[in-house]
């Protein structure tokens, strides 16, 4: 029998999925629902460390490669910065 592709929420993520037409069971695709099992692991952690680079005059941070592959940053993807008195937030952007 044949499967149908569709985009399902996977504990708060979009991730591709395959969907049996008649009894409606849903499977993930494990290159997508692996990050987020990463994900729930770092999150009971609450914190991840990286370190600062430095690039030419610029300072650069580095995203560990599990973060990366959560949030699906690529070269070229914005992030934004919200200043607060004590930390800095980064929140990825949409476009």
Do not use: H
């Not at 993520?13 to 994900?39: M, R, T």
């Not at 690039?55 to 959560?70: A, H, V």
């Amino acid at each position: 029998m044949d499967m149908n592709r569709i985009m399902d929420n996977f504990q708060g993520f979009k991730v591709n999925a395959w969907q049996c037409p008649k009894c409606k069971d849903i499977v993930y695709d494990e290159a997508d629902i692996q990050p987020i099992l990463k994900y729930n692991k770092l999150k009971t952690a609450k914190k991840v460390a990286s370190k600062v680079g430095v690039l030419g005059k610029s300072k650069i941070l580095r995203i560990p490669k599990s973060i990366e592959q959560i949030y699906r940053i690529t070269k070229g993807k914005r992030i934004e910065f919200e200043l607060e008195p004590e930390s800095i937030k980064l929140k990825i952007s949409s476009s």
